[in-house]
């Protein structure tokens, strides 16, 4: 069975790669006005040139930037969206579990003000620079949050009623500000292009469910309207262009938020999500079994997540395969590929594992799936 030679391939990744300790060092000195934004961008340029080698080195053929120009996977792209603000809102706390216990924190949230727009293309410096920087093989990757994630965490009440009476309005004007973003990518040479979603990962939670009705949304619905709406902003995608999503319980600081199986959401996500595939995590009990990838029809990508970005331990080759084996009872092997279950640093933090131990990983993603697939 031949490797891939278009996204999403055998070997893959998300997206976001841990900051070097002098790409940290240098946003530090410039929030406390040591640098300017000249110096800043430079540092960050060299510590991009840097992880696409890396990226190369150990075999990928999709390259991201590593979100280095990023502090947080979702919230740089969506603050750049005519219409939305930021709100720091001490009350709203997030809650992340990990293997010994809870953490806590207050996230920036938004409010939607105004009508929502697209004046600048959002990330488009970033993945031209990337794109520029990519060597012959590798396909330039661009990650960008979906839109379900600027309605998600707050639901009705962070839509301002006097701009948006009907949730309809906000979400036509939110879809072609969308749709635009992705023409423009497209006229700037991206070809894959990621739609990241916690969202659709979060409600198979049955307390993720029980949020949502406490703040006034459609809990046994609400992954469909998500889907339609993905769906229009995707409808006149360039040719050429690869799209897939993400799907993650939460990743902060090799911790999560969300748990279960995506038995939920399975049925509608694979057959009516028109994107050409799935990332999706399993590296662990929480994320339940495989399932559902019995809805997966002829012609989509699922890209299993079985290498944990939350930890540094090395996972057994032999281990992964027996994996990938019993995914192939449910859906046919020629349909599934390999990646790390999330990115491994969503958010300027980073995940608790070295350098050394992320470059192992993806290293091993790669000859797994060489041995795989051929």
């Not at 500000?177 to 916690?198: I, W």
């Not at 469910?209 to 949304?217: K, N, Q």
């Not at 399975?266 to 019995?294: H, I, K, Y």
């Not at 995914?327 to 300027?348: E, H, I």
Request: glycine fraction near 8%; hydrophobic fraction near 35%; proline fraction near 4%.
């Amino acid at each position: 069975m031949p490797s891939r030679d278009k996204p999403p391939f055998r070997a893959d990744h998300v997206g976001s790669l841990l900051r070097p300790p002098e790409l940290l060092q240098a946003r530090e000195d410039f929030a406390e006005e040591r640098i300017d934004a000249d110096e800043l961008r430079g540092i960050e340029d060299a510590a991009i040139r840097d992880v696409v080698a890396l990226q190369q080195a150990v075999g990928l053929s999709s390259v991201t930037d590593g979100e280095f120009r990023r502090a947080s996977w979702h919230m740089d792209f969506i603050y750049q969206l005519d219409g939305i603000s930021k709100v720091m809102d001490e009350t709203l706390h997030v809650e992340f579990r990990n293997e010994q216990g809870t953490l806590e924190f207050a996230p920036p949230s938004l409010h939607v003000d105004a009508r929502i727009g697209l004046s600048t293309t959002i990330f488009g410096e970033a993945f031209e620079f990337l794109r520029a920087e990519a060597s012959a093989g590798q396909t330039p990757k661009l990650t960008i949050p979906s839109p379900s994630m600027v309605h998600y965490r707050g639901g009705r009440a962070s839509v301002d009623e006097a701009v948006y009476p009907d949730l309809e309005g906000f979400w036509a004007d939110l879809t072609a500000a969308y749709a635009e973003e992705v023409r423009r990518l497209g006229e700037l040479g991206c070809t894959y292009l990621q739609f990241d979603d916690t969202s659709l990962a979060y409600l198979n939670d049955p307390k993720q469910r029980e949020h949502v009705r406490e703040i006034g949304g459609d809990a046994e619905h609400q992954h469909e309207t998500y889907i339609r709406h993905i769906n229009e902003a995707l409808a006149r995608r360039p040719e050429g262009m690869a799209v897939t999503t993400h799907m993650c319980r939460g990743n902060f600081r090799s911790s999560w938020v969300a748990e279960g199986g995506y038995d939920f959401v399975a049925e509608a996500l694979f057959n009516q999500l028109e994107v050409d595939g799935f990332f999706m995590e399993w590296d662990d009990a929480r994320s339940g079994g495989f399932e559902p990838l019995r809805f997966v029809p002829k012609g989509k990508l699922v890209v299993l997540g079985l290498v944990t970005t939350k930890r540094g331990e090395l996972e057994d080759k032999d281990m992964l395969k027996r994996r990938i084996e019993e995914a192939s009872r449910y859906v046919d092997l020629d349909q599934l590929c390999l990646s790390p279950q999330c990115g491994f640093s969503s958010t300027v933090e980073g995940n608790a594992l070295s350098q050394e131990q992320q470059a192992d990983k993806l290293r091993m993603i790669v000859e797994t799936a060489e041995e795989v697939w051929g």
